[in-house]
């Protein structure tokens, strides 16, 4: 951008593409769509705003931002050399990244100025240091801190460390040094503190930079701290990863197998109760952190949803079934991509230690699956800290998530609040388990899905995703070793046909890159429940096992064939009964005897799988005359009483993520812009105005109309679809039916234009 002495001017003099580059870094400003460069100015200035922008800066960057204040740039420009001394380095990468962001402007070679709000963002005491006190410059400091005693240099330090104010009660009162009884009584009767009240001190800002060695930063906290890494071949974390991988497919399926069987309830205010994390952690014999982030996989990749019922249960939904007949790659992809677009922190629910019970709702963790858990940039940050490990060398993993933690706090110390340094632990954490990073290295599946340039993973780096951990993955393998003592060694994934056979016979044991199944009588019973002759178990075990079949599995199978299906059960809907069995054959031999399903099971009893109501209709429109009974025999009423709906909780709404503007939008808001620079440039004659609640446009009319018939510019003031009050220059094509249209396919209401005048030349 040129020099200028205002933000308004420098946005001004900046070219197009100057303003689009700001509107993308900080897409704030653009909504809603500014008037002018003047309204621009103002929202670029605002705390808020300002706050937002520094989020981004590094450590160094915003060294600059606390040394221009120091020097009080918020008051008057002052020239980048007495920057540049101030921080102890030159400065010339951080002045652009600051114009980029219509923080600082000015001259890039002499003085600058910065926001007024700048100060409120980034707080009352820039790089930790206080006021100046003009008594101290005529005071040899080195000399006054020798004569300090051990209590008092300690206190000193501290301070100087930052922030620079202290409470205490030692600040009451004023006394001399020979009557000081405390170490800040000392310091405040020998000029080293200032007394701010009667409770707060404050270390003068030339005494705090003595204490730095006289400077204001120390040269390490201004340079990017080292990532130490440790190399590995791409072929070794692939393989650790696709391991994870695998015992997360694994853990899926049986969660999803228990929820099927016994859904737990959702809890009145939304979430998954503790003793339900509880039953599942046991169920899996997982730990927190691992089924917290399962239950919320699960749910966030759809194949779990609140049933919405009066009384509402997690209950997987019909993609499970889809899900687990997919590869063991594509059904990895779905539970990794749904993580990376998960607006939500799992680890909000594990990282707390014990709640207490006497805390309030407020004060306790936050339940799996709760609204509470909701982050709509939470996908950001994880992106964020993918890309980190992205820009290392394939197969090269950092030495410690420690060392990650540390540079990303130096590129955005401001970015993530309190949970900043928790955050890259979690993700880190996360990621291993999911199988995204193994080794504190990005796989190859990942980086795939990394293609995607921080939005959501698109079905080609999906597939690009699922290829790779395919390739990871071991074969499956086509057979079992079957073991004397009735256990099924499976050496690898098995066949998805062969792997749900012999989950049907046995039940799993131990699992890891060998699974051992173990063959019981339950299980074999489980198996001919399931629809499994004996014989087909017989050959499954004969032609799948590669090792010779034990006998005593032989013996087990036939004899729990031998006992079982010798007592039988059904399931009906209702019954017919009648002593009259002349009747009942009557009946049976009715067309309608077929259509209802009828089936006769004793001499004087049919049944039918379709409810009473119904086969009682039906029989009475057949002209018969059955009546209903109720369990205790008593003839009932079985009459509609009209339709009722299950009640519905509601849920709360969340926040939309914050989105980036495109290019389209972008290039609208900088036209939008120009023209109401323009328009406040533009020279006026004597124009006119609409009487302020009198509704009276003629005379804008009669305006707008020979403007249009000389075509002559006029400029226009009117208030936009968002209320804003804004200018335009345009030169009027017609007038009429309430729209007034522009020679440049402006079109404008007439009731939203507020005054108008004949531009001059």
Known sequence: MMPATSLAAALRSATDDELAALLQLRPDLATPPPADAGVLATRAGTPSSVARACEGLDTFTLAVLEAMLLLDADAAPVPRSAVDKLVGADTATAWQSLHRLALVWGDPDDAQSIARAARDALGPFPAGLGRAVAALDDTDIAAAVAEVTDDERRLLATLAAGPPIGRTRDAAAEVSLEAAGSPVQRLLARGLLIRRDDQTVELPR????????????????????????????????????????????????????????????????????????????RELAIDEVRAVLLVELVVGAGLVADSNETTAEWVPTVLTDSWQVATPAARWAVLASSWLTLPRLPGLAYAADTPDTSASAADKP?????????????????????????????????????????????????????????LVRWTLSEASAIGLVALSAMTTAARALHSSAGEAPQDEQRWLATEAMADAMPAPVDHVLVQADLTVVAPGPLEPRLEADVAMVADVESAGHATVYRITEASVRRALDGGRAADELHELFASRSRTPVPQSLTYLIDDVARRHGRLRGGACACFLRCDDEALLAEVLSHPAADELGLRKIAPTVVVSSLPLAEVIDGLRASGFTPS????????IDLRPRGRRLAARTRTARSPAAASTLGEEQIAAVVARVRAGDRAAS????AGVRNTAGTGDTSATLALLAAAARDRRAVWIGFVDAYGTAAQRVVTPVSVGGGILDGADNERYPLHRITSAAFVEA
């Open 682 to 685: 533009t020279r006026r004659g």
């Open 366 to 422: 936050p339940t799996p699956l709760s609204e509470r858990l909701r982050r709509p940039l939470a996908p950001r940050t994880r992106w964020r800290i993918l890309d980190a490990l992205a820009a290392l060398p394939a197969g090269t993993g950092v030495s410690s998530p420690e060392d990650l933690v540390a540079v990303l706090a130096w590129r955005a110390p401001r970015r993530g609040g309190r949970l900043r340094d928790e």
């Open 206 to 281: 030339q005494l705090a930079i003595h204490l730095r060695g006289g400077q204001v930063f120390t040269p390490a906290s201004l340079t990017e701290p080292p990532l130490r890494t440790n190399p590995h071949t791409e072929h070794t974390v692939d393989q650790v990863a696709a391991g994870e991988a695998m015992e997360l497919i694994r853990h899926t399926e049986a969660l999803l197998a228990f929820w099927s069987a016994t859904p737990p309830p959702v809890l009145k205010a939304g979430g998954l109760g503790v003793r339900e994390l509880r039953r599942v952690m």
């Open 628 to 635: 209903a009974e109720g369990p205790d025999g008593q003839v």
